[in-house]
């Protein structure tokens, strides 16, 4: 692979461990660096209404209060695009009798992919948003709050909510990561957008990296695979 290619190749699939240099180290995988033909057409948009332009939790209780398909309601272009991204989140050391917490959970659809026997409790600081989480899905676990409501889960993970300019921060989010690692006794997971758009944050690879700096993580993966806009951190311990 030359210098080009590599340096591409090198936001699709990474892997890191503590043993290994910290620049981030080429995961190499045949099926993390082809899109399949059918890959873009996830990326067009069935949105009927506008995107969200705040995140706050009145912002989201408005924007809840119509209803709507799960994938609206996150604020996603597609139900492919917003499945892909949940998905991505589950691709972690999961094993039967573990805990998940979701923060920022919407409307709870990843309840629907975390594996049986693994115990799911969904967090969103709208109260519409739970109220519509709790009539879709009666038989999960939600409830209301924030950054200072995560309780400690084998593993915590977050699709999506850090990625708003007007009613968030990078500082929160670094806040946020620290504070998902510290409620893991195993690990997290995120995604986040990763190139520039009107309104929103993105973050590059080695700023998402740069929040868990200080953490006691064993493993570390940077995902670009499901989505071209878009990357997905997964870190856990191995001990």
Known sequence: MDGTAEKEANWLTQGISHHQPRPLILRAGAECLHISPTFRD???????IPWLTESS?????????GGGPDYLVADCGSPESHERRLRALLRLPVEDGHDLLEFGCGTGRLADFVPRGVRY???????????????????????????????PHDWVVASGPFNYAMGWS???TAEAVSAMWE?????????????????????SGDELV???APCDWSCLELDRSYLPNDVCLRAWRTR
């Open 42 to 48: 996830v990326l067009v948009s069935d949105r009927s």
């Open 210 to 212: 740069s929040f868990l």
């Open 170 to 172: 990078k500082s929160q």
């Open 121 to 151: 409790e969904g967090l969103d600081w709208s109260r519409e948003v739970i109220a519509l989480a709790q009539r879709r899905r009666p038989h999960n676990a939600f409830r209301c709050g924030s950054v200072a409501d995560l309780t």
């Open 183 to 203: 409620a893991s006794r195993r690990g997290i997971a995120l995604t986040a957008l990763g190139i520039p758009a009107e309104g929103r944050l993105h973050y």
């Open 57 to 65: 939790p009145t912002a989201w209780d408005s924007y809840a209060s």
